[in-house]
């Protein structure tokens, strides 16, 4: 007896060999369909958001086939009601009109009631919850605010008030002895305190003042050597040297003289700190750059001198704290609102006895002031 072979087994109907050509058949329906899941899922994941336009013109769409729906079910439900009047009788139509016009009424609500009444009933818990919470938020702003008010009024009120009631302490000794030796120095004694009030009042109003910025094309590198030229020989005098760092042309838009008033005084506090801790071996880093992107410039002003307490640094840009006696304590702050007035920030990193670093970033198509 002759033995039949795997190999040579009778094809079955089709052509199809048993075993062998369904497995492979299998497996490539298989591949096929991994093949085609990872684009039905990068299709999904690429559907581009639609605009308000879009979105609207859908909504209307979605409505009106509703009605259309709706009408479509009217047209059928009268014309079989008809239909089984005339065929049947009135009884047999009234029993089938109540039981479909049930579903009918279902079906007109759902499709000409409920949308409106549901943007009714959304746009009435909105509002509702905009009543509640809005209040609250206000009340907090507000507080805030007064609170802010508050502070800044006693700053005020002792900042002015101190230096008045010296001038006065001295023009009334003036008074008492008008031939006095002493009332020379008297006399100047009142008047620099009565400049002091005066500076601290021109500095509140430049704080207060909603100062126009320029616009325009500039360097960052330009304005910060403009800075250190106009302390040359006070970085001389103290031995302070100067470190330079810079890492990009620093191009962007934004007002020149305000970012060189910003510099000047971040380095001029540099300065007053090195002279009143008597910093050995004064050094001043000046830092520049770019970020990764190119779309923002960084600047750095770094100090090696006595570094500022914990809660100095939290109140740093607090207007009218200052740690220096004849400080008026509005520098910081009018730096700030510049530095935010070009649409950046700034911020000061320090600890006692590691010196002072202060952090500032621009965008490079600054627009954040006014023409």
Known sequence: MRCVGWNSAPPVAGGVFPGRSLVSDDWDDHEARRERRPRTRHRRRRKRQLTEEERLYRDARRRANARMGFYSHLLAYVSVFVLVLFTAGIR??????????????????????????????????????????????????????????????????????????????????????????????????????????????????????????????????????????????????????????????????????????????????ALDAFEGAGTEHPTLRVLAGENLAGTELWVRVIDNGPGMEPDALHNIFSPFYSSKETGTGLGLAISKKLVDAHGGAIEAHSEPGSGTEFVLTFPRGAGGGRQ
């Open 92 to 269: 047999p139509a009234v029993f089938m009109g109540l039981a479909w016009g049930v579903g009918l009424a279902f079906h007109y609500f759902g499709a000409i009631v409920a949308p409106g009444l549901r943007t009714r009933l959304i746009r009435r818990e909105v509002s509702r919850e905009i009543a509640q919470t809005v209040p609250r938020e206000r009340r907090s702003i507000e507080g805030r605010h007064a609170r802010s008010l508050e502070e800044l009024s006693a700053s005020i009120a002792h900042e002015i008030r101190n230096p008045i009631t010296a001038a006065k302490s001295l023009v009334q000794q003036m008074g008492e002895d008008p031939s006095a030796h002493d009332n020379v120095g008297y006399a100047k004694v009142a008047l620099d305190e009565l400049d002091r009030v005066e500076r601290s009042i021109s500095h509140l109003l430049r704080f207060a003042r909603e100062e126009d910025v320029q616009i325009a094309e500039l360097r960052i590198t330009d304005v910060l050597e403009s800075a250190l030229e106009t302390f040359r020989d006070r970085l001389a005098r103290l031995g302070v040297h100067v470190e330079r760092e810079i890492d990009a042309e620093g191009s962007m838009r934004g007002d020149a003289e305000k970012l060189r008033r910003v510099f000047i005084n971040l380095i001029g506090n």
